[in-house]
Structures are given as structure tokens and as C-alpha cells.
């Protein structure tokens, strides 16, 4: 694809470059118009829920606190209370006379109330239908109500199929009465009504919001109290295909997939009961007019797309013309043809500015070429000299030969003497001198540089054997970092010089290593007589000039002091880094280095 388009014309470029701006136009607005009108799609779906759920609310708790009153005439009844309060045994004849009261009651009151059972504190019950068989509750253990505590004011129980014979498995509501003994104001038993749902659903059908929206009420446990399928009622949300509601809350709005559909799902509570109202709606729905919105701007799109299919090739013919002239001239000069000229547009445009460009550059080519020939004979004469200095510094190399030689003449001639002083400081001597003869700006590892100071340290020793002390704190982790070759020995020899030898090599140095941060510092200090203030002054001024100053002014210094390796740290890593040195008269002198810790791979 990409080098399908690098090798097209521009002309194609220029068309897919009008139709790419336009299609994310496309992709813009139409994200815009989801986002407008996903919130305006939510905020209206929160109004009408809110309605909606409202009205239901009021007409169910209106229902249940009339139910509920109805009541209060039969459970005042004498019967009754009798029955609640007393521990006889009763006669078929006075338990017929309680059924009545409770058909009587279902009669006069409502018709959707399929059962009324009479359940004393000691689980006697008495029902509307079959009291003999029904005494002692044998048909109604297995009741929601049955077992449960006694409430001090109604509660409605959530749908539940009925267990007794006649009512076996219908889908029933109970609303569960205190009754109150008249004469002690004390819970006697309950009155319990089962009811269907016919009047609930004809609630709910009444409250249908368009074609997909619909209601149904949830427990606290998530059972299924209402929903328009009846055979969802008493379930719970796990055992069936509204099992993701288990993670909404309750007075909040939701865009969630409900099985396999993308819905708008409101929840509210019905803070009497604490059953949770649901509305449900296919977003589909809801989403009309964004997709009539989406599809008369991709109808646009197309539109404009076919209009500048059939402009662009005309407007870009006059675009490309003097551009494809200038292409060809450009073919001239790259075979060196350097007397081309573009002709001059008459015109303000782009255009006859690059045909002007195009003449400049060309003339601006001739006497580049020119200059070039003239730094090809500078840079043969570079290249000579360059390949001089090699063969000088080769040539230099042949000298230390002659010193590395006879070093070991007399390490060997030292062995077969048995003076093992002289075998030492002559091998050490020679490593030393030849480490120090490969000197180079290449980096090596502290742990180079302090194995060959060790082999300097031990001259020193062999030289002062019973005076002079030396110790080499660095830790081990540092070992590993990489530095400037040859920047520990001269500093340690320039302590031998000035601190060590004046005393007749009585003294010591001491090297130590820490990290400061991304930094590696390491001290170099000697218990000499110190070093004048004057002195120490005038030589911090001079490394502190080096570095401000070392890439305008550095030369080339075959040296290795002090001032030597303070240069070349800062040519290598920067003015921050290098020397600097503390003294305490008659007592010690120290020397800083700091370098940036950075460990070899």
C-alpha cells in the first residue's frame, strides 16, 4: 500500500488527499453526532424512566397500603381472635364459620386474592378452603411466610409459586398482616393473603413505553418479583438471561447488553419494600434519529465524493503542469547539464517562485562545484599529512622497545641471583611502562587502572620498604566502571613527589571510592606537609579556566600531570566533571576525581 502510493502520480496523491480529508471529516462528525446524541439519547431515556417509574411506584404502593387497610375489619373480627387467642380445641363447625369470614372478606374486597390463611403464634393455621386438612399446616410448611418471624407492621413477599394443592405452582404475591390480640395490643398471629399478579401486570401493560421498553421489579436477594414473561417469576437473576443486571446499582442509568441486545437500563428503589424497579429499553429504539442523523451525513459524503472525482482532475492538471516542468529540468542538471534555466511565469504565485528557486540553485550548483574542487585538493593534502603523523608515531614506537627489552635482561639476570627485589620492581617497572606506552583517549575499567597503580605502588614499597604505606579502598561494585585510561598513577605519583620522597618515604596515600549520585567520585590523599594556600588557589584557578575554556583553547599535550588529566576528563565528559583538590597545611592534601558512572557491558 505504501509504495503503491509513493509511486503514484500527483494527481492521485492530490485526489487521495481531498478524499482522505473528507472521509475524516466523515469520521469526525459522526463521532461528534454519537457522542451529541448518545448523551441527548440518555439524558431523554432518564426522563421518561423517571416518569414512568414514578407513576408505578405511586399506583403499587397506593395498591398495597389499600390492600393492606382492607384487611383491618376481618382481622378485628371476634373469630378471629378467638382463634389467634385461644388454645381449643375447635369444632368443624366454628372452623367453617372462620372460612367464611375469610371468603367473605376475598368476596367484598378483592377477587385477585386467591388464598387467605389465619396462622397463630403456634402454627396453627386456618385458609379459606379445606381447614380441617389445613390445622395443623401441614400443606403450608414449605411457605415463604410459614416459618418466618412475625412482622410488627405488613410486608409484601416477593412472587413465589404457591406449594398447596389447589393453587400448586401458580405464581403468587403474599402480603403478610400482623394481627394484634384487641385486649393486650399484643402480636396474636398474622394474616396472610395470596394474591396473583392480574392487577400488577394490567399496571405494568398500562405503563409500556414504546414497542421495546419494559418494567420489572427485582428483590434485594435479585428474585424476580414482576416481569411481563411469566416464566421468569421467582427466579433468580442468575438462572436466567438478565444475569448481568447482578452488577447494577440501584438509581442509576446504564447502556449494558442484555441477551445479546444493546439496552438502556434504568434502576430505581421502592424504598418501602426495598424491591428494585427496572426499565428496560432496546437502545435501538432510542437511537433513531441518530441513525437517520449518521446516514443523510454518509449520503452527503458520498455525494461530495463523486463531485470531486470529476472537478480534482481538471484543478489539478493546472497545478501539475509547471511542477512536471520543473521535474524535467531537474533530469538535466542531475546529468550535469548545468546551463538550464526555468522560464518566468508571469504571475505572483507559488510557481514563479520556485522558477526563480530552481535558476538560483542552479547557478548556486555551478559555484558550489567549483568550491568542492578546490576542498577535494585541500583534503588530499589533509590525508598526506594525516598518513605522515601515523608513520612518526609508528616510528616512535620503536624506541620503548629497547627499554621493555632490557628490563627483562635484568629481571632474568635478577632470578638467576636470587634477588627477588629486583625480579619485583623490574616486572612491575615494565607492565607500568608499557601500560603507560599504549596511551590513548580509549576508555578502560577502574579495575584496569587500579591493577597497574598497584604495580606502581609496589615500586614505591620497594623503594621505601619499612616507611611508606598505601591503601586502596574501592569497592568491588565499582570496579566495572568505565574511565579515561592512565588518571590514577600520575595523580599518585604526584603525591609520591610531594608528599612521600621529601620525608624520606615516610607517609602514606590512601584511595577511596563512593557514588554521588549518577556520579563516581574518588579521592586520592596523602598525610604530606600540604600544599602552600597561594599555590592551591592558582592551580583550582587553572583547572577551573580548563574548564571553561578547553575546547576553544585545548592543545595537544603530550604531558601526564595534574592539569594534563584535568583536560582530558573535560574534552571526554564535560565541564562538570575532572579535578579538584582540598589541603590542609602540615597535614594532608586530597584529590577529587568525578567522573560519570557508567558501567562497561
Known amino acids: ?328 529540468l531537474m533530469g538535466r542538471v542531475t546529468k550535469g547539464d548545468l546551463s538550464v534555466r526555468a522560464e518566468k511565469v508571469e504571475s505572483t504565485d507559488e510557481f514563479n517562485q520556485l522558477s526563480c528557486s530552481f535558476n538560483s540553485m542552479v547557478e548556486q550548483l555551478s559555484e558550489l562545484m567549483k568550491t568542492v574542487s578546490d576542498l577535494k585538493i585541500r583534503e588530499m593534502t589533509l590525508v598526506l599529512r594525516q598518513k605522515e603523523a601515523i608513520i612518526k608515531f609508528f616510528q616512535n614506537q620503536i624506541n620503548p622497545h629497547l627499554l621493555y627489552n632490557s628490563l627483562d635482561i635484568i629481571k632474568s639476570m635478577a632470578y638467576l641471583e636470587h634477588i627477588p627485589q629486583i625480579v619485583t620492581m623490574t616486572t612491575n617497572l615494565a607492565d607500568v611502562y608499557r601500560y603507560n606506552a599504549k596511551f590513548s583517549d580509549s576508555e578502560v575499567t577502574i579495575f584496569d587502572e587500579i591493577k597497574y597503580l598497584e604495580k606502581y605502588l609496589e615500586i614505591i614499597k620497594v623503594r621505601f620498604p619499612r616507611k611508606f604505606k598505601s591503601v586502596i579502598s574501592i569497592s568491588n561494585a565499582h570496579y566495572n566502571c568505565l574511565c579515561l585510561k592512565l588518571i590514577l598513577q600520575p595523580i599518585t605519583e604526584n603525591a609520591v613527589k610531594y608528599a612521600v620522597e621529601p620525608e624520606g618515604g615516610k607517609g602514606s596515600i590512601q584511595v577511596s571510592s563512593f557514588l554521588d549520585g549518577s556520579d563516581l567520585v574518588i579521592k586520592i590523599a596523602d598525610d604530606g606537609p600540604g600544599i602552600p594556600e597561594e599555590k592551591l588557589t592558582s592551580l583550582q584557578k587553572q583547572w577551573d579556566y580548563i574548564s571553561n575554556n578547553v575546547i576553544q583553547n585545548h592543545k595537544e599535550d603530550n604531558s601526564q600531570g595534574l592539569s594534563n588529566v584535568h583536560t582530558r576528563l573535560v574534552l571526554k565528559y564535560g565541564n562538570s566533571y575532572g579535578l579538584s583538590i582540598k589541603s590542609i597545611k602540615g597535614s594532608s592534601t586530597t584529590v577529587i576525581i568525578r567522573i560519570p558512572f557508567r558501567e562497561k557491558q
Open 1 to 328: 500500500m505504501k509504495q503503491n502510493y509513493h509511486g503514484s502520480s500527483l494527481k492521485h496523491k492530490i485526489l487521495f488527499w481531498f478524499l482522505g480529508i473528507c472521509l475524516l471529516s466523515l469520521i469526525l462528525m459522526l463521532l461528534i453526532t454519537q457522542i451529541f446524541f448518545g448523551k441527548v439519547i440518555m439524558d431523554n431515556f432518564k426522563d421518561i424512566s423517571k416518569e414512568a417509574t414514578k407513576r408505578l411506584y405511586y399506583h403499587l404502593d397506593y395498591y398495597f397500603s389499600q390492600f393492606s387497610k382492607s384487611t383491618q375489619t376481618l382481622i378485628s373480627n371476634s373469630n378471629i381472635q378467638d382463634f389467634l387467642v385461644s388454645n381449643k380445641n375447635y369444632s368443624l363447625q366454628e372452623l367453617q364459620d372462620i372460612e367464611k369470614e375469610l371468603r367473605r372478606y376475598v368476596v367484598f374486597n378483592y377477587s385477585e386474592a386467591i388464598n387467605v390463611i389465619l396462622v397463630s403464634n403456634d402454627l396453627r393455621v386456618v385458609s379459606m378452603d379445606n381447614s380441617l386438612d389445613n390445622i395443623d399446616g401441614r400443606s403450608f410448611v414449605n411457605e415463604p411466610w410459614y416459618n418466618s418471624d412475625m412482622p410488627n407492621t405488613p410486608i409484601v413477599l416477593p412472587t413465589h409459586r404457591a406449594g398447596y394443592t389447589k393453587w400448586r405452582g401458580y405464581p403468587v404475591m403474599s402480603m403478610v398482616i400482623p394481627v394484634y390480640n384487641i385486649n393486650t395490643i399484643e402480636i396474636a398471629g398474622k394474616l396472610v393473603v395470596d394474591f396473583g399478579l392480574d392487577e400488577i401486570i394490567k399496571t405494568f401493560e398500562d405503563a409500556k413505553i414504546k414497542d421495546t421498553g419494559l418494567f420489572f421489579i427485582l428483590s434485594p436477594d435479585n428474585q424476580i418479583v414482576y416481569h411481563p414473561n411469566k416464566e421468569l417469576l421467582g427466579l433468580n437473576l442468575r438462572q436466567t438471561e438478565l444475569a448481568d443486571l447482578n452488577s447494577a446499582y440501584n438509581n442509576e442509568t446504564y447502556i449494558m447488553k442484555i441477551a445479546g441486545k444493546k439496552s438502556l437500563v434504568s434502576m430505581s428503589q421502592m424504598g418501602t419494600y426495598k424491591w428494585r424497579l427496572v426499565f428496560v429499553m432496546d437502545y435501538s429504539e432510542m437511537n433513531g434519529p441518530l441513525m437517520a442523523a449518521q446516514h443523510a451525513t454518509i449520503t452527503a459524503f458520498l455525494i461530495i465524493s463523486l463531485i470531486l472525482l470529476i472537478i480534482i482532475p481538471f484543478v489539478t492538471e493546472s497545478i501539475t503542469k509547471p511542477i512536471i516542468r520543473i521535474k524535467e
